[in-house]
């Protein structure tokens, strides 16, 4: 009996461990209206502009409505040979308890990699930069939406299950450097992302 128990005890522990939703981030083919684009032209922003697309999760979880930090999850995605769709299959897969079916908040975050490798560096190092410099720098964000995740999958490679974005994300309209108090919010959530890993 005791083994039975043990056994049921590891059996639940692993599907905890292991049944974590899963998306993948895409807009390509997607609808007319998630492309990436140039907010001062109305222009699908082109490869060349070396942007990245990068898929941030409210980390409250399903229980997203009371508040939480948006943290990246998954890789980020430069914009593909069609002008203003990214396009790959980067699996993002959240902690335990965060299971397949359930409803979860999303934003997805474009910014210039010549800046960063991620939309906080990016922010940080367009701070320092003259104002003839701020206003050639492109940033954008979609409105937060939702979408209820598959899975589940415990493993790094793409989930067969995840729910694709495509049809789901919102269009990224991109303009110059935001004001310095946007910069200054983005400081502040490194600094506290540095501090909560330093616990």
């Known amino acids: 009996m005791k083994k039975l128990l043990t056994t049921v005890a590891v059996a639940g522990i692993t599907a905890c461990a292991f049944g974590q939703g899963s998306v993948i981030l895409n807009n390509f083919p997607g609808t007319a209206g998630n492309s990436v684009i140039v907010g001062a032209t109305g222009q699908d922003a082109a490869t060349t502009a070396n942007l990245l697309a990068a898929l941030y999760w409210n980390d409250a979880g399903v229980n997203f409505a009371g508040g939480g930090t948006f943290v990246q999850v998954g890789s980020t995605l430069p914009i593909n040979i069609v002008p203003g769709r990214y396009i790959g299959s980067t699996a993002s897969t959240f902690g335990a308890g965060n299971l397949g079916g359930t409803t979860h908040q999303f934003q997805v975050r474009v910014f210039q990699s010549t800046l960063g490798a991620t939309w906080e560096a990016a922010l940080t190092a367009a701070g320092g930069l003259t104002p003839a410099e701020q ?61 909560r890993r330093r616990k």
């Open 135 to 195: 206003a050639l720098t492109l940033f954008g964000s979609s409105t937060l939406f939702t979408s209820l995740v598959g899975g589940p999958d415990g493993l790094p490679t793409p989930d067969p299950t995840a729910t694709d974005l495509a049809n789901i994300v919102t269009r990224v309209s991109l303009s110059p450097v935001p004001e310095p108090s946007v910069i200054a919010l983005g400081v502040l959530g490194a600094l506290a992302l540095l501090f």
